[in-house]
């Protein structure tokens, strides 16, 4: 069935060092896909977005990544700070079916330690 | 400026009880979503509005469950007789349009006892 779901639930990193979290999907017909963050008793964040016909997409100090051959999304964080501490979700809005619903994944914890 | 705002911020009810949860979109925004997320999960889409129409509500769990947004701006997400499993965040999100970003509102937590 259609899903979008994370590799690992849980990420702890040294503040400084480089993040990468993982998200793979199942629907190889999906054409959008979003990067959010949530902090505690937040709601969820746009971070950066990237639509199938790239493979790369750059922000500021983050990079998403898509592999549509294996159907596989990343995050990049470089230089992870404190404030990155949160969940991470990805996110899936398909053209063309329910107006602009939003299909997300599980979530990756990801903490930073100073 | 303002973003998406929600009201309450945190809810118990006991159940069986009816509960009314309000969320005030970015002014101008003409779509308006509403999702559930439990602990320790994603966001799960509920319903969607165009302006005042509900193009899609496919996500509503049961017909316990009741959206509106009667002049195009602000959206209730009314619950009756709730269970324990309505326990949850209900988030609320706006756009410009079907194809911008989705802004997120703080949620409103739930707790049904």
Redesign the interface.
Known sequence: GESVGLHLPTLSVQEGDNSIINCAYSNSASDYFIWYKQESGKGPQFIIDIRSNMDKRQGQRVTVLLNKTVKHLSLQIAATQPGDSAVYFCAENKYGSTLGRLYFGRGTQLTVWP | GAG?SQSPRYKVAKRGQDVALRCDPISGHV?L?W?QQAL??????LT?F?NEAQ??K??LPSDRFFAERPEGSVSTLKIQRTQQEDSAVY?C?S?QA??N???????TRLTVL
């Open positions: 998406v779509s979503f999702y320790g999960q994603g966001p799960e889409f969607y165009q193009l899609d496919s996500g988030l999100a756009s079907i194809t970003e989705q802004f997120f509102g703080p949620g």
